[in-house]
């Protein structure tokens, strides 16, 4: 897949992702486009480490948007986990 694709996967796998998780996140926009792209990869790593199957295979694969959401969802988690710290500890 190419690079216009992997960007779109991940605009979408990031919202996605923010659906699931809703909540305040630091960040806005490009943040969650950052964490989608990254996730996206993330998920189809893993994917091919844990399972050993090659979940990244096309744009309109439901293994690539599964594997997209997952490793977004992920990565959204550890952000909040990381930042969430920081913004506690900033208004005491």
């Given at each position: 897949?190419?690079?216009i ?36 990869l ?32 992920i ?18």
């Amino acid at each position: 897949m190419g690079i216009i694709a992997w960007i779109l996967i991940g605009l979408l796998a990031g919202f996605i992702a923010k659906a699931l998780m809703p909540g305040r996140d630091p960040g806005g926009i490009i943040i969650t486009m950052l964490i989608g792209i990254a996730g996206g990869l993330l998920g189809g790593w893993l994917g091919k480490v844990i399972f050993g199957v090659d979940s990244i295979d096309g744009f309109f694969d439901l293994s690539t948007w599964i594997a997209a959401i997952i490793g977004s969802v992920i990565l959204l988690a550890v952000y909040r986990l990381v930042t969430g710290n920081k913004r506690n500890h900033s208004h005491a």
